[in-house]
């Protein structure tokens, strides 16, 4: 008997491939993806309301995008034969392909609409600021101080032109990250068409969520009043968006259950077992109908300021944990099952290794500290007035 | 007088634009310096691989060298159910032994581990083939004390 082991599996299914590092890549490329459909609500869609977090969710996305590839190239051992699918890509190759949506999202998207943005501030910083920072700012300038009424006009027409490629490009990200998953037909429990979609509403949920409760907490540390109205209607948008994912997750589980292939009794006893703990306590109902229960009492009752801002803070930090347990139970979950249906195993993570816990809470950190960084650099408290649409 | 503003007011767009166009040049550089000449040749890899693959030392001898020394056996074998299984898939890698048979003397495989690599009981395998849970069939005896590897008939 193989410690851990139930059942058959193949030799090669005993040890899991991937590891926790493969469920933060997932789990952050989705935060990435939600905040930016956030700040893209104010820009593209004329929701004046959550001006207050627009510049925070495009600086929470550039700091989130930033630490994206990192879990995958410590996963490979040699990060730098990652670059060999900017040099040689191979076009059949889905994780080659990705290299260049990433690059493209980054550059062309991210970074562009965020230099158009804070293009007063640091034309004004570069004037104003001295030393070190100073050749900062005169460098992020690009050696262009125009911030005239007319030019400032132009970069509004350009910013909102780049949102609106911003928001499938932003699909495209993190739908390819459930595409990856969803096309592994050898996988009953990832292959289904339902996976990049579901992966796009998840991604959704946990960037709005995140850029929420950054928020908050942003404004308790800065001791600066919360706007209401802002929280409120993110908690509306996270609530209709939840809805949908919610929707979507449980069409895949109750086509799974009607359709009952040959997979279907394996999968269903590792959710009663081995996943009951993750999928169906912390995912489903902490991480999902908890939430959701709170989000839809806002809708239907009205609480006082100091009720909505707690019960918001639990929906989105419980909405956190959830996507990260949806996230665990795909990658993790996936592996635990033998594809002959006969057995199951179990993963053990390590504690201070190259995939281990240390360095998954390490990448969970870092983002962090570039938004931190970012903030300072780039503060996104003095938003000026609503775009013009 | 319109196009003129235009392109005044958008000025500053351009130095991002050529920023970008500045980064993939140095990319195109950088790649068209790195990726070997050859790349693509034969398929998607570089040619050059193949002559590295080609220097490493060889393992094997293979299966016809074996059969010039050791013919008895190779008779043996050939009459029973191990007559395509290969020397050296279970005697190991015996190139240097063939290069020098006195200065490398292969060591005798140990059975009890050897056998059940492909003969332990497993749900897995196809029915028909022989198999057996080795720790209720032997007893923790050797497998070659009742059948003989090369042809293994009882």
């Known amino acids: 008997m193989i410690p851990g082991v139930d059942g058959f599996m193949y030799p090669n299914e005993v040890e899991l491939q991937w590891s926790v590092l493969i469920v933060l890549y997932p789990y952050i490329t989705g935060l990435v993806a939600g905040a930016f459909i956030l700040a893209s609500l104010e820009r593209v869609f004329n929701v004046a309301a959550v001006r207050p977090t627009y510049r925070l969710a495009l600086l929470t996305a550039l700091a989130f995008l930033l630490v994206a590839p990192l879990p995958l190239q410590l996963h490979l051992g040699h990060p730098e034969r990652s670059l060999e699918m900017y040099l040689t890509p191979h076009t059949s190759s889905a994780m080659a392909m990705f290299g260049f949506v990433y690059l493209w999202y980054l550059t062309v998207v991210l970074l562009l609409e965020i230099w158009l943005e804070y293009r007063t501030e640091i034309v004004g910083l570069a004037q104003s600021t001295r030393g070190l920072k100073r050749w900062i700012y005169r460098a992020l300038t690009l050696g262009s101080y125009d911030v005239s009424p007319a030019a400032r006009r132009m970069d509004e027409k350009v910013g909102y032109a780049v949102t609106v490629i911003g928001v499938p490009s932003a699909f495209l990200l993190h739908g390819y990250v459930g595409f990856i998953f969803g096309s592994v037909k050898a996988n009953p429990w990832w292959s289904t068409p339902l996976m990049p979609v579901v992966f796009l509403f998840s991604a959704m949920v946990s960037g709005i969520a995140a850029v929420m409760v950054l928020y908050v907490v942003c404004m308790k540390l800065r001791k600066t009043a919360i706007d209401m109205r802002c929280l409120d209607t993110i908690a509306r948008y996270l609530f209709y968006t939840f809805v949908i994912d919610f929707t979507l997750e449980m069409l895949d589980l109750i086509h799974r259950t009607y359709e009952s292939d040959e997979s279907f009794r394996s999968l269903d006893f590792m959710v009663h077992t081995r996943l009951l703990f993750s999928h169906v306590i912390l995912q489903i109902f902490l991480g999902t109908l908890v939430p959701l229960f709170l989000l839809a009492a806002n809708q239907l009752w009205r609480y006082t300021e100091g009720t909505r801002k707690a019960m918001y803070m639990t929906a989105g930090a419980l909405t956190l944990v959830g996507i990260f347990a949806m996230r665990w139970n795909v990658v993790i979950g996936g592996q635990l099952f033998s594809k002959s249906f006969l057995g199951y195993t179990s993963y053990k993570m390590q504690l201070a290794s190259r995939e281990g816990l240390v360095a998954a809470v390490l990448l969970m950190i870092l983002p962090f500290v570039i938004f931190f960084v970012l903030v300072k650099l780039l503060p996104p408290w003095q938003g000026g007035k609503a775009h013009e649409a | ?154």
């Open chain 2, 1 to 154: 007088m319109v196009v003129r503003r235009l392109f005044r007011d958008s000025a500053h767009l351009v130095r991002p634009a050529l920023v970008l166009v500045a980064c993939m040049a140095l990319f195109l550089v950088v790649r068209s310096a790195i990726i070997p000449k050859a790349f693509g040749q034969y398929g998607h890899y570089r040619p050059g691989a193949l002559d590295l693959v080609r220097q490493h030392p060889i393992a094997f001898a293979g299966q016809d060298t074996c059969v010039m020394c050791h013919d008895d056996q190779a008779t043996v074998r050939a009459a029973g159910k191990h007559a395509h299984v290969a020397c050296e898939a279970c005697h190991g890698p015996l190139a240097q032994h063939a290069d020098d048979p006195a200065a490398h003397v292969p060591k005798l495989p140990d059975v009890a581990d050897l056998c059940r690599r492909c003969h332990e009981k497993d749900a897995a395998k196809p029915r028909n083939f022989p198999q057996v849970a080795t720790a209720e069939h032997s007893s923790g005896m050797a497998c070659n004390t009742c059948h003989q590897p090369h042809n293994p008939h009882l």
